[in-house]
Nanobody, 122 residues
């Protein structure tokens, strides 16, 4: 069972950039990985996914501003956040699923980290 640990979240200003990291306890090459986010009182939402066959997908809010990447040799994935807005404030969680392409559905991911908090002030 793979364990995921996120890092990199912190308070930032509108327009700033930030890179989040997620380190896995197991080799990532067979996993599709994804980033989700959740704010208090809201549902967890898909942000970006990167499949084990190197396809990527993004939510509408992430397209053009966020970039997902991975390095299987380092068992690490990243989410680069550019031009941050207050509405991006959330706990960002990484997730993984084995031998399947990316999907925005929460229930499709059996492995989750606990998240890293990003707070964007205006």
């Amino acid at each position: 069972q793979v364990q995921l640990i996120e890092s990199g979240g912190r308070p930032v200003q509108t327009g700033d950039s930030l890179t989040l990291s997620c380190v896995a306890s197991d080799a990532l090459s067979s996993y599709t990985v994804a980033w989700f986010r959740q704010s208090p009182g809201t549902e967890r939402e898909f942000v970006a996914g990167h499949s084990f066959i190197n396809t990527t997908s993004y939510s509408d809010s992430a397209k053009g501003r966020f970039t997902i990447s991975r390095d299987n040799a380092k068992n690490t994935m990243w989410l680069k956040l550019n031009n941050l807005k207050p509405e991006d404030t959330a706990n960002y969680l990484c997730a993984a699923r084995l031998w399947a392409t990316e999907t925005p559905y929460i229930s499709s991911y059996p492995y989750w980290g606990r998240g890293t908090q990003v707070t964007v002030s205006s």
